[in-house]
């Protein structure tokens, strides 16, 4: 009879938080938190491809993969940064502009998207200028986001 009990307890905390979680905003503190860490992974993937093209590694054959994380990665980007962040006491690069010309920052992550499928391509046909070329059109879209929408570091 207890344990009857205890099962229905346990099964309704099942269902108050599976309802009630994702209802729940999480708080700026950990959006943005949450924000640095992906763009931390698309930089993380930039800086393997570019060991490769340096020469550092012999991992040609892998570029395509660091490509397609990144791509897949860029879909995600106008989602993370939507909440918007400007009155957390947090120290976040993220400036207001984002949100104030959200429509800019959402064409910026579009040509991230753009760019690292074109990466995936250029990966895919394994020549090595056109990968070389692609590197930079790919890093040329992070500064055209970074140079508007990213505070300069302190
Ligand atoms: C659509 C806009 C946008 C694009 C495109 C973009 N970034 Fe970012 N990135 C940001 C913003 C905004 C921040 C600051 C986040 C914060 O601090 O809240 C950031 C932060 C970062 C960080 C975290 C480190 C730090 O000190 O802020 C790294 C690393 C990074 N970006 C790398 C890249 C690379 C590499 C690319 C291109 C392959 C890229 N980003 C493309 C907007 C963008």
């Not at 708080?27 to 393997?48: F, H």
């Not at 995600?76 to 993220?94: E, G, L, N, P, Y």
């Not at 990968?131 to 570091?153: N, W």
Request: proline content about 2%; overall charge positive; hydrophobic content about 40%.
């Amino acid at each position: 009879m207890n344990l009857q009990k205890n099962i229905k307890y346990f099964l309704l905390i099942l269902v108050l938080f599976g309802i009630a979680s994702p209802l729940q905003a999480g708080s700026d503190e950990d959006a943005i938190t949450y924000r640095v860490r992906v763009m931390k992974g698309i930089g993380s993937n930039m800086g393997s491809i570019g060991d490769v093209l340096k020469g550092k590694v012999d991992h040609k054959q892998l570029i395509v993969h660091y490509a397609k994380a990144m791509n897949e990665a860029s879909k995600t980007v106008t989602t993370i940064f939507k909440q918007d962040t400007r009155t957390s006491a947090k120290k976040t690069r993220s400036k207001p502009e984002i949100w104030t010309k959200w429509g800019e920052f959402e064409d910026a992550a579009k040509k991230l998207e753009d760019e690292s499928a074109k990466m995936i391509a250029a990966a895919q046909s394994g020549d090595m200028a056109k990968i070389g070329a692609q590197m930079k059109a790919l890093g040329d879209s992070c500064g055209d986001c970074h140079k508007p929408f990213r505070e300069k570091k302190k």
